[in-house]
């Protein structure tokens, strides 16, 4: 009875034992990946890489004059971006950002940065609008056919409502998005709601609305 005692603890030690070894060196296993960083499929590592959406510079807003606008994102592989303001970009749809981005009039640029073993930011908005005034471009109209807004002004600058004050209060705020939403989609000179002054009220006027507004 005895040696059947002795057997049983001194297998239940060795097992014991071997328990411990293995979970020590499974410990070692986890540490060093976590210390080298995971290996894909591909091989790629991600050691010491952040994902981080891309940086635009100039940064978004309002400028006298058109803008070549870099983006970048270190540790990625590519950027995609689109201007459209509608489109989401993806790191396979979109277009792949090779060159410095030209920005003649107000858009909205929205880029993604794409990592290796497929990882992929979040997606980044920038908003850009230039004033035509400074510019020179447009058309500067004396008054506004509806939502009133009279006003005078030289022939030859931009719309009289290029800093998106539809009302011409002072203030861009809610009842200039209002006037926005109201006109959307419409066409035609001395419209209250086209802040740049090119004859239609789109995501352009959008822009410069949220570029300078104030409460």
Do not use: R
């Not at 891309?54 to 400028?63: D, E, K, N, Q």
């Amino acid at each position: 009875m005895n040696k059947i005692l002795l057997k049983t603890s001194i297998f239940s030690v060795a097992a014991i034992g071997l328990f411990a070894i293995a979970n020590i060196a499974l410990a070692d296993t986890v540490t060093g990946h976590l210390s080298t960083g995971i290996s894909g499929a591909n091989g790629n590592n991600m050691t010491g890489i952040v994902i981080a959406s891309p940086v635009a510079s100039p940064s978004a807003g309002t400028y006298d004059s058109a803008q070549s606008v870099t983006l970048t994102a270190s540790g990625a592989t590519s950027i995609y971006y689109t201007t459209d303001g509608v489109t989401i970009p993806t790191c396979s749809t979109g277009n792949l950002y090779s060159s410095p981005i030209s920005v003649g009039s107000s858009l909205e640029i929205q880029a993604i940065s794409c990592y290796p073993n497929n990882a992929s930011s979040t997606v980044a908005s920038y908003l850009y609008a230039i004033n035509q005034a400074a510019a020179g471009g447009g058309t500067n109209y004396s008054a506004a056919s509806n939502y009133g807004g009279g006003g005078g002004g030289s022939s030859g600058g931009a719309s009289l409502f290029s800093k998106g004050d539809s009302n011409l209060d002072g203030h861009v705020n809610i009842l200039d998005f209002v006037v926005l939403m109201a006109n959307w989609g419409k066409t035609g000179s001395g419209n209250a709601a086209d802040f740049n002054g090119d004859g239609k009220v789109d995501i352009q006027d959008f822009v410069i609305l949220m570029a300078n507004w104030t409460n």
